[in-house]
């Protein structure tokens, strides 16, 4: 489990984190989201000892980071997929972190298995793409098959088969009851991987909660609506002063709920094949929600 508690990073005058208090529990996945500038690789790297807090405090299962002297048995993290030496083999860079975390040799090969990097053991990483980096980065995760695992953006780089694995990984990881908490700007996968979520603007935290909750925030409600008379109901509509987009037989309404749209179909006489209310997506929800956080909009006038 993490837990962050009034967790505080000033750097001279500007302020990364502030009074920043979630916990991420064991047996989810947990997404980590905001804007650009929100905090989150601040607060990882707190989260990991790789930078001092100004104040407040993290633990992971109850103590620092920087406690435990065999960290990747406790804690694994992909934070940059980049940052490993590439004239370093794969197998060699892995064999080195195993050795210093007195890890078994044998774990090598089951998480270069793992992640699909098998026949690319003896090869040199500066030849990886980056999606082979990105499996690299989460084969040095798995490796001390630790109880608590952070990802920084993970899929970055990866195909289609390799996002599906990716997203069935994680949930594994959750299953087997352990606490898995990933920072992604990607969110439709979000969506599709995650079931709670931290979200923090201005290195505040915005929400923590599940990922249903969330998404029930976003106030851009719309009912599905096909009938073959669409042209007599969007009359019908307009009159009652909703907000339409149509396509075909298919209309889009706002401004009038699904009951009362289905009661004036029924009062002139109008067939509807379909009536479904549909809720915000987490990426509705998350604009929505983050509007008054993002620090860099394009399109704004630049200072001269």
């Known amino acids: 489990m993490i837990e962050v ?6 750097y001279g005058d500007k302020t990364a984190v502030k009074n920043l208090s979630f916990t991420v529990r064991p ?3 947990t997404g ?8 989150k690789s601040t607060t990882l790297r707190l989260l990991l000892g790789l930078n001092e807090p100004t104040g ?23 934070l940059d997929a980049g940052d490993v030496h590439g004239g370093r083999r794969a197998a060699a860079h892995l064999h080195a972190l195993a050795r210093g975390n007195r890890i078994p040799r044998a774990r090598v090969d089951e998480v270069l298995r793992e992640v699909g990097l098998a026949g690319a053991a003896r090869r040199r990483i500066g ?13 040095t995760a798995l490796l001390g098959d630790p109880p608590v695992l952070l990802f920084d953006e993970p899929l ?20 087997d009851g352990r606490t898995v908490f990933v920072s992604s700007h990607l969110m439709s ?101 983050t509007a008054d956080s993002v620090e860099y909009l394009a399109g704004e006038p630049q200072p001269r």
């Open 156 to 175: 970055n780089g990866l195909d289609p088969e390799g996002v599906k694995w990716v997203r069935g990984l994680f949930r594994r990881l959750a299953a």
């Open 27 to 29: 047996g989810h996945v």
């Open 32 to 39: 980590f989201l905001g804007p650009n500038g929100a905090g």
């Open 5 to 10: 508690n009034e967790l505080t990073k000033r």
């Open 56 to 78: 407040g405090s993290v633990t992971i299962d109850g103590s620092p980071f920087r406690d435990r002297p065999r960290g990747l048995r406790h804690v694994g993290a992909l």
């Open 127 to 139: 030849g990886f793409s980056l999606g082979m980096r990105q499996r690299l980065g989460i084969a």
């Open 189 to 289: 996968e979000m969506e599709n991987t995650v079931d709670q979520l931290v979200v923090i603007g201005r290195g505040e935290l915005i929400a923590a909660e599940s990922l249903a909750a969330f998404a029930a925030r976003g106030t851009r409600l719309s009912v599905t609506v096909r009938t073959p008379d669409a042209l007599k109901l969007t009359d019908v509509l307009n009159a009652e002063g909703a907000v339409l987009e149509a396509d075909g037989e298919a209309l889009t309404v706002t401004g009038v709920p699904a009951p009362r749209i289905g009661e004036l179909a029924l009062q002139h006489r109008v067939l509807l094949h379909e009536l479904t209310t549909r809720t915000a997506s987490l990426e509705e929800a998350f604009m929505e929600l």
